[in-house]
Every structure is written in structure tokens, then in C-alpha cells.
């Protein structure tokens, strides 16, 4: 059976009344036949059955034995730093999303979790920066926002001799694009806010793992921290699902059409989109992932936080929002938005400049996008004649 069609076909029928649509249980409560007998189902923290169809959805999406949902993408994360103590290490990689650095750094160390950071792209410093506390290892693949590439095989590898858990955000290529469980990992997280749910109309987060023994972990963690995902935003969840496949595959191919035409420009720097052959790890990109995703990030030939400004200010389909993944493209300045909160020395190391632009491609038509890109690129030469 082919992914659009397992998808389909997984997402359950009613059984009550054939409804084809999975039905939103709105309620808190359950009633029992009798203390401690009931259909499966006794609070809704504990569970609810639209929630239900999502995380078993969401398991079978990422080959995993066991998905959850969360009320955000950063309360899935804090769910799976928790299976950490006091002492414990974990090793994460350097061009982090901006919340999870803030959760790690500001919440975590203070309770005893150190966190070091690497340039996970390059397993030689991954295998050197291991040591004897390290529990956890923290991919994102593809980074945000630069778009590095760690290889995840490699890395399960290292993390499987050392003992140590390796977690993968998979937000950026999503399950139709990577599955890093197959690939060794030994848990998945999403911001499901993100590609998973793709119109931009709520907040939600996934932790899919392995195997069922960790699996029992994460969701004696959900049940007793309680940051569980609503029943209406389960459903919506699914309904985005459902369409996954499809949105992906546009996303990633406006976004190839839209690195190219970046490449060309002469007031472009860099231009971060692993779709490229000029990408560090593009052959491990090609390896691993079946498309390489909707979102490009650029930075200027003229490192100006001003200018960068002016250009995110002026697009006309490009709209200046924080956030990624729906179906209208969104531009934003990560190091006054998404990445505000990591200081700049550490944004620096990691390549984060204050000239870098992340784009999240959508599903308008590539030409119109890439002609809003050109007018507004063509309208700072100025600017840059006059700086330099």
C-alpha cells in the first residue's frame, strides 16, 4: 500500500454511525458501567478518542509504536526532556529553534540539565562532544533556520553505543518527507502547528517513538503534566493530515524553483536550502528525505539588520508572521522573531546572521512568488551602492 493511501485509509470509519469524518468527542468526562469498567475511555486528560485517531494516526505516519499530542510543539519537546534528572547532558544541535533553546537554557539547566551545543552536520565534533552524562541527543534536520543537514543514521549509530536517546524534530521535512525512527532514532517530535496541520489555524505538537516500552513513558509524562492536545484541534490535525502528502510535495518544489532564483541574485549572500548541490550535505539530504521541504532561507551580500527589515516589510504574497508550514507563504527576520531569545554571539557561531531571511514557501503559484521576491530584491541594489 502506497503512503497517500495508507494514510487515507488508516484514519478510522465511525463505528456508531459510519460517519466518514472522524467525529470531535467534545466532552471531560465518562461515564462508567461501573467503578473502574468502561469503554476505554475515563477522563479526557487520560484520553479522548479523537485524540486517540490522531496519535495512532500519527504513529502509523512515522513508522513508531506509539504517538501522542501535545498543546504545542514545545510542550511535546518539555515532555520528552523529562524522561531526563537531575545530572544528565544533553547534547543538541547548534542551529536550534529558537523556543527549544529557551526551554533547554532557561528552564532545564537551572534544574541541573546541562546543554551542550554542536554543529550536529559534522559527526566527528557529535562523537567528541559526547560524554559519559550524555542521555540525550537533539536533532533538528533540516536546522532552523539555516537548513543544516545532520546525517540521522550515523548519529543513531553513535547514540546506540553510547546509550544515549537520540530525538529528532522532524517539523521541517515532516513524515512525507523523512522518517528518522526507520533511520535509528529513537523518538520524533513535531511542532504539528507546523506541515502536519498546514493551514495555520492552530497549535499542536507530536512525540512518536520506537518502542513501546519508552512509548508508556512519554504518556505517563502527558497524562501527569496534562499538556494534552483538544479534541477540535485533533481533528484538525487530522483533517491536515489528510493532505499531507500532496502539500509537501508543492511546498518543496516552489521552494527548489524559488533557491534557484536566490542563487542567481547579486545581493544574496548565501542561500540555505538543501534542494541545492552547492548544499553542504545535499547528498545526505538526497539519501535521506524523499523531498527537501518548503522552507529557504537567504542571507545579504551587505550583513544589514535595516535592510533585511525593509525587504521582510515590502513582499506582497510573502506575509511577515513568525510560524511555517501553511499553505500561504510567510516571510520572517529570525533574529527579531523566531530567534530573538538565543544572544547573537551563540545566533553567530551558528550562522544565524542578522541579514538572514527565512521564507516558508506555500502553494501559490511559484512564478508569482518568485516575482514578488525580484521586485522587492530589485528595489534594495540601491540601498547596497549606497552602503557600500
Not at 476505554?40 to 487520560?46: C, L
Not at 506509539?66 to 534528572?85: C, E, H, M, R, T
Not at 552524562?133 to 549509530?157: F, G, M, R, Y
Amino acid at each position: 500500500m502506497q503512503e497517500q493511501t495508507k494514510i487515507l485509509h488508516h484514519i478510522p470509519v465511525d463505528k456508531l454511525t459510519g460517519a466518514i469524518s472522524v467525529p470531535i468527542y467534545q466532552t471531560s468526562t465518562f461515564v462508567q458501567e461501573e467503578p473502574g469498567v468502561h469503554k476505554g475511555f475515563d477522563y479526557a486528560r487520560s484520553n479522548n478518542p479523537t485524540r486517540k485517531a490522531l496519535e495512532d494516526l500519527i504513529a502509523v505516519l512515522e513508522h513508531g509504536s506509539n504517538g501522542y499530542a501535545f498543546a504545542s510543539g514545545l510542550a511535546a519537546i518539555d515532555a520528552v526532556v523529562k524522561l531526563l534528572k537531575t545530572g544528565d547532558e544533553i547534547l543538541a544541535v547548534d542551529d536550534i529553534y529558537g523556543g527549544a533553546f529557551r526551554l533547554f537554557t532557561h528552564i532545564y539547566q537551572k534544574f541541573g540539565i546541562k546543554v551542550n551545543y554542536v554543529d550536529t552536520s559534522n559527526i566527528k565534533k557529535v562523537e567528541e562532544a559526547i560524554t559519559p552524562q550524555t542521555k540525550l541527543i537533539w536533532l533538528e534536520s533540516p536546522t532552523n533556520p539555516t537548513l543544516k543537514i545532520s546525517d540521522i543514521e550515523a548519529i543513531a549509530k553513535i547514540a546506540k553505543s553510547k546509550h544515549c536517546l537520540l530525538c529528532v524534530d522532524n517539523t521541517f521535512a515532516s513524515p512525507a518527507s523523512q522518517k528518522p525512527l526507520e533511520l535509528g532514532a529513537d523518538i520524533v517530535v513535531h511542532s504539528a502547528t507546523k506541515y502536519l496541520s498546514g493551514h495555520s489555524d492552530l497549535i499542536a505538537g507530536i512525540v512518536v517513538t520506537r518502542t513501546p516500552e519508552l512509548g508508556e513513558k512519554i504518556k505517563f509524562i502527558q497524562n501527569a503534566s496534562g499538556a494534552i492536545l483538544a479534541p477540535f484541534d485533533s481533528w484538525l490535525v487530522i483533517r491536515g493530515i489528510e493532505t499531507l502528502q500532496l502539500r509537501v510535495r508543492q511546498h518543496s518544489e516552489n521552494a527548489q524553483a524559488i533557491a534557484e532564483f536566490l542563487a542567481k541574485q547579486d545581493v544574496v549572500q548565501n542561500v540555505y536550502y538543501p534542494g541545492l548541490p552547492s548544499h553542504h550535505n545535499h547528498a545526505i539530504a538526497k539519501k535521506q528525505q524523499k523531498y527537501f521541504g518548503g522552507v529557504v532561507a537567504f542571507d545579504l551580500a551587505i550583513d544589514d539588520k535595516e535592510i533585511a527589515s525593509k525587504i521582510v516589510s515590502s513582499t506582497t504574497y510573502f506575509k511577515l508572521a513568525e510560524s511555517l508550514g501553511g499553505v500561504k507563504s510567510l516571510i520572517c527576520l529570525p533574529c527579531e522573531m523566531t530567534h530573538k531569545s538565543i544572544p547573537s554571539e551563540i545566533r553567530y557561531q551558528a550562522g544565524v546572521k542578522d541579514s538572514l531571511i527565512r521564507l516558508s514557501v506555500g502553494l501559490e503559484d511559484a512564478e508569482d512568488l518568485i516575482a514578488d521576491l525580484k521586485q522587492v530584491l530589485g528595489a534594495i541594489k540601491t540601498s547596497f551602492v549606497h552602503t557600500v
